[in-house]
């Protein structure tokens, strides 16, 4: 073995001359490694298989002008981009070859940026300045960024939008489902622009359960929240009968009760269910709850929590008095305080406790607990980070309990540890996490969530956008989240919207929810007369919703106290009453608005105002709307609908001023409904009503 | 040294690519206890989703028999081009005879066809074609302005939380599905009549003009989505089968 390349080494370098001549040819032979690599390399072959296919189209001449050879590059250095992947995707911005589908060649589709402004791998990731295809898309040694899957790539919008945009709904129910699940109760999650992700549910708290509720239910819960209730979003915690036995025990131990939050109730209500179930549906519960039904489908809104079984669950002294008033148990709860009679909440309690399953707690016999097992519970309820949810007396909000997510999107793929079988990708951990996290190990404490493919899809969208880059990105280049206002109305009337919890659906001056319509400008809108009526007994406008303003049974004082508040605080500077012919308006314009109504406008196609002939069931009905709107508000309205609603549907029509006056005389002229009995006369200062004929 | 190098690089490339190439992904299929004669599609055909991401509802198809019978424990394969995904991508019916996939469709905006396929008893395929439809950033677009301002006249079909208002409409407008007719016209025409209303192209009053109410954008991505959405699919919508 030795004699081999010692003769080797002779002949090649035996002498001078030998030696130069080899050292030559080496020398000449590395030379030629640059050329060469470059001759081969990848974009070069690409961009020749792209000249031949474009030869045989019919815009061939085009094409061949836009194309440019060799390698291109975008470099924006604000961003850090440089990006090469436009030597191979050179069709890019070609969108006549919509019919291509083989890549690289395919056209972008159309998104409202410019590609010279953003590059590639702002949106895409992976590494813009690799020219081979196995570098620029797959994460290598030096590398940890693969190309983003395409349905996660709206994560990489919300890097520079912090708030919703219309053309990212996964993201927008990421970023919604992590509030609303209390995936951030427990992991701190800092936004780029220095607030903190806040949770949107509203876990209870667990100071006074024990008023509310059974040790038997608890454990029945902790054991599996969705087989009390399927839409539940308390997650799975996996626990042993033991730990559940133990944790039920402490948090009934630990309880205290509040006065007045369980009552016995000697009136007595109608026992039969149907009453119960018409008061359930006249008071519009299931805007708001949801129910079962036998087929198996949920009826009913997911603002409160589902009552399927809400009969196994409170006991019936609480529900009495929750029904009564809610804010005694929980003085900020989002369920409004009905004014009930004795015998509507009997009625009511009833209704509501029938709705059990004697199947739940059937097999739940728990002794009376030993204070070892007390003591257990309250350990386990601590190493749980039950407090970092719910309010438990004695156990204080742990501090970080979770690994902080501000910075997930950007996690090298080093840091972490995947299951066998799975993709080394970042996406794909965070997906395998949230979907099954007790499988990354022993010992591991996040519960177990019951999310559908598609949510999953969605929370892992909205935590890719935690990246370094959005977190370092200069402000001149993002677009901020509107900042969620807190605005409170002031006085008595604030204090009873708060009772009436108006804004759990309402929204007013940007605080509030979104199941109901804006009252920012209600009082430039509607008349007095209208809205105290409306308090007493609110009908329906549209009559295709199915979701409607439940009757809270206000006294009179109550809806005038509103009224008078609403109309003097909720104005709009552009509604100008003033400006309305104090006259009323002329036989002449009646006749004319009607003719614009059902001929230029068309409105009976979604208005209803003679409910003989219309059958439009879109807008509000418009019977009596000359009793309930404003002259002022219904002109304003008919020039510019948007101006008083921002998205709302009505098409903006640019009416001429006669036009909308004419219009606004015959929809004044369609007065009716009921009278306004209960209300008041004009006090001083509150709005004079504007227009009567 | 570097021609050794660049040898044993180029063999050892050779070597990984040929015995990449190989493993395609050989999942051992479960065997069939039973066969049957057709497949059909239960529920799940003729979805709409944004590239990339997943269908609404999951597809589930059936094995029948020759007397039309549900057959259980029939072998079902599904397969589409690439960059379609399936969850499961292959599976036994169950005792209704059925088999249920979630499918991610591909990158790029077109109609998908999916295929399922079984083995009859004398091991022949049987094949049933699906198809969906993925809309592209403009058209997901288009979709919301449809779903927000257009859906409720020009969608004839009711749900309960959505009622149509076709029915009271004197003059019916055309729901957007309807390929026969609105592939006919330009997409002049159609700005024309969304933006002026219907009386632009003289038709019913009824349809209101959206010009000032609409960007000019909106209407674009509207447009790009009712040809994404009609039947028979319109040419100007890309690749009738999108390939990825």
């Known amino acids: ?693 | 040294m570097n021609r050794h190098l660049i040898i044993g690089v180029v063999f050892a490339a050779a070597v990984l690519a040929t015995s990449c190439s190989r493993k395609t992904e050989s999942v051992a299929l479960p065997k069939p206890t039973a066969f049957g004669a057709a497949i059909v599609e239960s529920s799940g055909g003729k979805q709409i989703a944004q590239t990339g991401s997943l269908l609404p509802q999951p597809v589930v198809v059936q094995v029948n028999d020759e007397q039309g019978t549900a057959v259980a424990g029939a072998l079902v394969q599904f397969a589409a081009a690439p960059g379609v995904s399936f969850d499961p991508t292959f599976g036994l019916t169950d005792s209704s005879g059925q088999v249920t996939t979630n499918v991610s469709l591909g990158g790029m905006a077109g109609r998908y066809q999916l295929t399922a396929s079984t083995f009859d008893k004398s091991h022949k395929n049987v094949e049933l074609k699906i198809e969906e439809i993925a809309l592209g950033y403009q058209q997901a677009l288009g979709r919301r302005v449809n779903d927000q301002y257009c859906d409720r006249c020009h969608n004839p079909e009711s749900t309960v939380e959505r009622v149509s208002n076709y029915d009271n409409l004197e003059v019916k407008p055309h729901p957007f599905t309807e390929g026969d007719t609105l592939n006919k016209m330009s997409d002049a025409d159609l700005t024309a009549i969304i933006s002026h209303g219907g009386p632009a192209l003289n038709k019913s009053a009824l349809m209101p003009a959206w010009g000032n109410t609409l960007s000019k954008s909106d209407i674009q991505a509207l447009i790009s989505y009712i040809r994404a959405v009609s039947d028979p699919p319109s040419r100007s919508a890309g690749p009738v089968y999108a390939k990825n």
């Not at chain 1, 001449?61 to 440089?82: A, D, K, M, S, Y």
């Not at chain 1, 022993?442 to 949510?455: E, I, R, V």
Request: some cysteine; aromatic content about 8%; proline content about 7%.
């Open chain 1, 1 to 693: 073995m030795n004699d081999k390349p010692r003769s080797l080494w002779q002949r090649l370098f035996g002498d001078s001359v030998r030696a130069f001549g080899v050292v030559s040819l080496i020398f000449l032979g590395s030379l030629a490694i640059a050329p060469a690599k470059n001759f081969f390399s990848e974009w070069r072959h690409y961009q020749h298989n792209y000249l031949r296919m474009i030869r045989n189209r019919s815009e061939a001449n085009t094409l061949q002008r836009h194309f440019q050879g060799g390698i291109q590059q975008i470099w924006l250095p604000e961003l850090g981009v440089v990006d090469r992947c436009t030597s191979c995707h050179v069709g890019l911005k070609e969108a006549s070859l919509a019919d291509v589908s083989t890549q690289p060649y395919r056209p972008h589709p159309v998104i409202p940026h410019k590609g010279e402004q953003f590059g590639c791998t702002v949106c895409h990731r992976g590494q813009g300045a690799a020219t081979t295809v196995e570098e620029a898309h797959n994460s290598t040694l030096a590398w940890e960024q693969p190309i983003l899957p395409a349905k996660y790539i709206e994560s990489s919008c919300g890097e520079c939008h912090r708030g919703p945009l219309p053309g990212t709904p996964q993201l927008n129910q990421g970023r919604s489902t992590l509030s609303r699940y209390g995936c951030v109760h427990c992991h701190t999650v800092k936004l780029a622009d220095g607030s903190t992700m806040k949770a949107t549910d509203d876990p209870p708290s667990l100071s006074h359960v024990a008023d509310k509720t059974t040790r038997e239910w608890i454990y029945a819960w902790l054991k599996d929240p969705q087989a009390y209730a399927a839409t539940s979003t308390m997650p799975n915690f996996k626990l042993s009968d033991d730990d559940a036995r133990d944790m039920s025990a402490f948090l009934i131990a630990n309880s205290t009760p509040i006065a007045g939050d369980s009552v016995s109730i000697t009136a007595k209500g109608a026992a039969d269910p149907a009453a119960g179930a018409s008061l359930y549906g006249e008071s519009f519960c299931a805007s708001c709850h949801a129910v079962q039904n036998a087929a198996g489908n949920m009826v009913g809104g997911d603002v409160g929590p589902e009552l399927t079984k809400v009969g196994s669950k409170v006991k019936a002294e609480w529900l009495l008095a929750w029904l009564k008033n809610p804010r005694v148990y929980d003085p900020g709860t989002g369920m409004p305080h009905y004014r009930f009679t004795d015998a509507q909440v009997t009625t009511l309690q009833g209704f509501l406790q029938a709705k059990a399953d004697s199947d739940l707690l059937a097999n739940v016999h728990l002794d009376v607990a030993t204070p070892e097992q007390i003591a257990h519970g309250k350990r386990l309820v601590s190493d749980y980070g039950c407090a970092s949810c719910h309010e438990i007396a004695g156990i204080k909000k742990p501090e970080n309990f979770a690994p902080e997510l501000s910075r997930i999107g950007s996690k090298p793929v080093t840091q972490l540890v995947f299951l066998p079988g799975m993709q080394h990708t970042l996406p794909d951990y965070i997906a395998t996490k949230i979907k099954q996290p007790r499988s990354f190990g022993q010992g591991l404490k996040m519960p177990q969530y019951t999310f559908t493919p598609a949510q999953i899809d969605s929370l892992t969208t909205a935590l890719l956008t935690l990246s370094e880059r959005a977190a370092t990105l200069p402000p001149s280049l993002t677009v901020p989240a509107a900042p969620e206002s807190d605005y409170q109305p002031a006085g008595k009337a604030g204090k009873l919207m708060t009772d009436l919890a108006c804004f759990s659906c309402h929204r007013i001056n940007g605080h509030g929810g979104d199941m109901a319509p804006d009252l920012t400008w209600e009082g430039s809108s509607v008349q007095r007369d209208w809205l105290v009526q409306f308090f007493k007994n609110p009908g329906t406008l549209r009559p295709s919703l199915i979701r409607r303003m439940p009757r809270f049974n206000v006294t009179d004082a109550e809806a005038n106290e509103l009224s008078d508040y609403i109309l003097t605080v909720y104005q709009n500077p552009a509604v100008d009453r003033d400006s309305m012919p104090v006259g009323g308006y002329s036989q002449g314009q009646v006749e004319l608005g009607k003719q614009l109504f059902y001929g230029k406008y068309s409105c009976q196609g979604c208005h209803i105002v003679d409910t003989k002939t219309d059958k439009g069931y879109i807008g509000p009905t418009l019977t009596h709307v000359g009793s309930r709107l404003t002259a002022a508000w219904m002109y304003q309205w008919f020039k510019n609908p948007q101006s008083l609603r921002p998205g709302t549907i009505e098409p903006n029509r640019t009416m001429s001023d006669e036009d909308a006056n004419a219009l606004t005389a015959f929809l004044m002229s369609q007065k009716g409904g009921k009278s306004g009995a209960v209300a008041k006369a004009q006090r001083n200062g509150a709005p004079k009503e504007v227009a009567k004929r």
